[in-house]
Structures are given as C-alpha cells and as structure tokens.
C-alpha cells in the first residue's frame, strides 16, 4: 500500500475503483487500521460505481507514530471527563480530521462522499460541519456525538478495551484481541473464532502499536461533545447504528440523527461494534441512497 504526505505526516492508504468515478472516504475508528473495512464490503461499493479510499488515521498501522507526544494516562483522563473537566490531550480529533482533507487534498480531491465507522463518525462529524463544501453526503455507523447525559458504555464492553494483554508476546496480545471482538461484536452475528484470529493475527503482524490506542482514547475524550458541530451539518445524512452495540450504545447513534437536521436514522437488529459479512449489502444499501441525494 502506497503512503502519501498529508497535512505534514505520512499517512498509510489505498485506493480502489474508476479514478473517475465520485469518490468514497472510509475513515475507520479507535485503534483500527484500515484493513478493518473488509474488503468485500469495499468491492460492492466500487461495483457500485464509486472510487474507494481508506487510510490509516495517524498512530495506527503504518501511518506516522506520534512517538514524541509521549502516552497519556488514560484513567486520569477518563476521570476528569467524567466530572466535566478539560482533558489534556496530546492532540484532538480535529487534528485527525485535518489529516483526512490532507489526504483528500494530496490526492487532487475536491469533494467525497465521507463516511466514518464509531471515532472515524466522530471524525466525519468534524469533517462535514468544517467543510461542507468538501462533503457531498455523511454516513456514520455505530457512533456518537459525545453530548452530555448520554449513556456510558457497558461495564463489560468498556473493561474489554482498556484491559491489557496478559504479557507481551504475541499469543497473549492475539488471544486479548479475540476476547475483546467477541465482546463487542454482533451476538445476532457471531463470527467463527478462527476468522476472529486470523483477523487479530493480521493485525498484529501489520502494525501492533498500543501507545497510539492511548493517544486516540484521549484525543476522544479532549473533544467533548460534538453536537455543535452536528447542527451546522449540511450534507444529506445517514446514520446506522446496531441495537446490540453496548460499547457505543444506540442513543449515540440517535442523538447525532436528532442533532443533524433531515439526517436518517437506521437501527439493525442483532448488530453490535463490528461490520458483520451478513448485512454488508443492507450496509451498502443505505450508505447508496444517501450518496444517491448529493446535490
């Protein structure tokens, strides 16, 4: 995969589809390399007609490590938000939003279709209200927009996150992944233990950087709330969250819908924080209506 010089990083990425076909912006979340959008899922929207493109946010994969900004201690931080404090960041998600127009504006990119998966929503959501003329439709799938009074995420979902390895070796590092998709994923959609580490295998041989995990908790948690960028949202607006998602649970997904104006909401029964192979096509299906109402 090609790296590209965006908004004065390296930024890992890939593109798929006819150069001259209206393209898509796939940003992924917390942690996530890009190779978390499944790739079938990617080919049925370039058979759709569209141009694909997904990159490693920074501190993740094999885009630029923010080594120098040091890891945040995220109890703290998970404290001082949860009494309404500033939380210290090493940077924001508005950084990691001015390094996805980089990427746009390295690739001769005007304007895209920007869709975001639960930190890439959060993301797109800075993306859309920042620069609406850049975003031709908005498409967020199990997020939030961190308002105030929302509820937290389950005891269980969130203890599966911030829980280490065991130790450091490989086996340890594999076997936590496997625990912690098991945790969050679909339970109407469960996946073969075997797929799930193959998955966590790939990923780990890829790019294992943990400090960089720490970094995206704590640019999310030094956001705050993003419903003032909600009502400045323009575009035509998707947003699709499943019922059983207990990490990021579906009042996230239900506050960004009220908070945008004419946004739509689709809530999918069995779906928890993964991309389940059985409802790519309904996933696709609603992100292709709404790229069907840009101006």
């Known amino acids: 995969m090609p790296q590209i010089d965006a908004n004065g990083i ?31 899922f990617r080919r049925a929207l370039t058979d759709a007609g569209f141009r694909v493109i997904h990159h490693d946010n ?22 001082r938000a949860a009494l309404g404090l500033p939380v210290r960041a090493p940077y924001d998600l508005g950084a990691l939003t001015a390094d996805a127009v980089g990427l746009l504006d390295a690739l001769g990119i005007r304007s895209a279709h920007i869709v975001g998966a639960s930190m890439g929503g ?18 967020i799938i199990f997020s939030s927009n961190n308002q105030a009074l ?19 070796t490989q086996e340890a590092i594999v076997a936590n992944a496997v625990r912690v998709a098991t945790i969050i994923g679909s339970p109407g959609y469960p996946r073969p233990e ?3 580490r193959a998955d966590a295998m790939e990923g780990y041989e890829r790019a294992y950087y943990p400090a960089g995990i720490a970094r995206h ?20 607006t998707v947003v699709i969250h499943g019922k059983a998602d207990r990490l990021m649970r579906p009042s996230g997904g239900r506050a960004i819908a009220h908070a945008i104006k004419g946004a739509r909401l689709v809530l999918i029964d069995g779906m928890a924080h993964d ?21």
């Open 194 to 196: 075997e797929q799930l």
């Open 10 to 40: 390296q930024l890992e990425y890939e593109v798929s589809g006819d150069p001259a076909a209206p393209p898509v912006l796939l940003i992924m979340g917390l942690g996530a390399q890009l190779t978390r959008w499944p790739e079938p």
């Open 217 to 236: 908790f704590a640019a999310v948690l030094g956001s705050g709330s993003l419903r003032h960028y909600d009502r400045q949202i323009t575009a035509p």
């Open 150 to 168: 929302l509820p937290p995420p389950g005891p269980q979902q969130l203890r599966a996150l911030l829980q280490r390895p065991a130790d450091s």
């Open 275 to 295: 991309l389940p192979e059985e409802i790519w096509d309904q996933l696709v299906g609603e992100l292709k209506t709404t790229f069907a109402e840009s101006p």
């Open 58 to 79: 920074r501190d993740v994969g094999r885009s630029t490590r923010m080594t120098q900004l040091g890891v945040p201690s995220l109890p703290a931080a998970a404290l």
């Open 122 to 139: 959060m993301i797109a959501q800075i993306f859309a209200a920042r620069f609406p003329r850049r975003t031709k439709t908005l498409g």
